[in-house]
């Protein structure tokens, strides 16, 4: 059941880009087009997912034995820093048309607030291994319907009259700062209501 | 002690992750062409695509590989073409002349007739798609500015008359605006030509006259009084024959009834 609930926090109630605010960069440098948004989301899933192993790892058979639980922001920063390099090798040799797309945000994941957000949450909330690699996947997952959402809204939004000012990225804040409040809706009793 | 460990911890793990990355770049290592990143460095970078390849590294790599006739890159000029050709280490054949877009109309909805009202989304291929636009003309100008839109350098605007207008000095010549015009109105003209036909109808001369205050009627008075003009009619329609002497181009622009033979260039 904790799975679960697991999974609706950080796909819905606890979103990471509608509710928790991190990782806004991309939501905005990304979202010109589905496809691109669900490359970038696709690789955020895989760094977060892999990152909250990593770092659960080391955490507690590393840091907790040495007394050394202080440094988990640093180590963290590092254990994602190498992650994401490894994931840019891996994908501008598997699929190059994807690293162009991507650009400069793949380096970017490096120092996304999502990626360390989830890290440090995982061993705030006391998730065990398991736990842990589910709400990365869970939180990747919900950052990239975020993004899908907001490619597709955006696809729309140019084919539409907007004014001159509103055009671009102006009418694309609007747009998200909308579809937060939106997500405001999904709350504790969301799990509630549907868990019992 | 404890901040030994610390130390140690974090300079381990470093080491580590630094081989496990080593280790990585090794095996994932993706070739590079290094010409081709030459090449690309020379290209202007406008990823325009005049050169019928995908963006500048498309066309970076096709030269490199010498699948692609150097001189393709309009934007980038004579200058692009000569430093490309000495890194292949091949003759420099030059880029050929170079052409601007021109709107060939100068129709509004004051000066032409118009059938309806367009009131769908403001793109020209929509306009187009609904009994080929507004206006009782079906070549001219749909004054919905999608070439506005696709114009990488903003060389397309509207001037005070509400006319799509291209700026020759800005229009790096990537007929983009070509491509997506559903009336074909848009055409490539020499950058040195002084004027321009400005309409585009093939229309009959009576139908032109109804319909159209600045139309080109076809009346062949360009042709036959100024032949050093370099005016061809055709099908209803002049055109601007640049390969030939212009001498007489003003006299036939001052003839012209409808004086649709305008100046393109100061």
């Keep these: 059941m904790s799975y679960i609930a697991i999974f609706i926090t950080y796909v819905f109630i606890n979103n990471f880009i509608l509710s928790q605010f991190l990782g806004l960069c991309p939501f905005i440098g990304v979202s010109k087009n589905s496809e691109s ?14 990152a909250s192993v990593l770092t659960y790892l080391v955490y507690h058979f590393l840091l907790v034995p040495l007394n050394l639980a202080f440094l988990q922001t640093l180590t963290f920063i ?38 360390l957000g989830i890290a440090i949450l995982n061993i705030n909330e006391n998730y065990n291994l398991m736990e842990s690699f589910l709400a990365g996947i869970s939180g990747g997952l919900g950052f990239t319907l975020a993004l899908i959402l907001m490619s597709n809204i955006r696809e729309r939004l140019d084919l539409h009259p907007v004014r001159k000012v509103f055009k671009g990225v102006p009418i694309a804040f609007i747009s998200g700062g909308l579809m937060a409040l939106a997500f405001m809706a999904f709350d504790k009793s969301l799990l509630t209501n549907l868990l019992g | 002690m404890n901040i030994l460990f610390a130390f140690l911890i974090i300079a381990v793990l470093g080491l580590l992750l630094g081989l496990a990355l080593a280790f990585a770049a090794e095996k994932f290592a993706v070739e590079k062409d ?29 030269l490199s590989k010498r699948e692609a006739p150097n001189g393709l890159c309009s934007p980038g000029g004579p200058k692009t073409s000569a ?9 420099d054949e030059g880029v050929g002349e170079r052409m601007v877009a021109y709107v060939h109309c100068r129709g509004n909805n004051e000066l032409t007739q118009r059938n309806f009202k367009y009131d769908g989304i403001e793109e020209c291929s929509g306009a187009y798609m609904l009994f080929k636009g507004e206006s009782s003309c079906k070549y001219g100008c749909l004054h919905l500015g999608s070439c506005i839109q696709v114009c990488p350098t903003d060389a397309i605007y509207r001037d005070e008359k509400g006319n799509v207008t291209v700026e020759p000095d800005k229009c790096i010549g990537c007929r983009k605006c070509t491509l997506v015009c559903p009336t074909n109105v848009i055409k490539m003209i020499p950058a040195r030509g002084s004027h321009a036909i400005a309409c585009n109808s093939f229309d009959s001369g009576a139908f032109v006259r109804k319909v159209c205050e600045v139309g080109c009627i076809g009346c062949k008075i360009c042709e036959r009084k100024f032949p050093d003009s370099g005016c061809v009619v055709e099908n209803f329609l002049a055109t601007i024959d640049y390969s030939r002497p212009m001498t007489q181009i003003a006299d036939a622009a001052e003839a012209c009834p409808t004086k649709c033979i305008v100046v393109a260039r100061q």
């Design chain 1, 37 to 50: 948004a669900i490359g970038m989301g696709m690789a955020v899933t895989f760094v977060m997912g892999l």
């Design chain 2, 34 to 62: 290094e010409k081709a990143e030459q090449i690309l460095e020379i290209l202007p970078g406008a990823n325009c695509g005049a050169c019928g390849y995908p963006g500048c590294s498309g066309y970076a790599s096709a």
């Design chain 1, 78 to 115: 590092l254990l994602i820093a190498g992650l994401v390099q490894f994931v840019e090798l891996v994908i501008q040799k598997n699929s190059p048309a994807l690293y162009q797309a991507l650009g400069i945000f793949l380096p970017l994941i490096t120092t996304n607030c999502a990626v």
């Design chain 2, 83 to 91: 430093l490309v050709a000495t890194i292949l280490g091949i003759e």
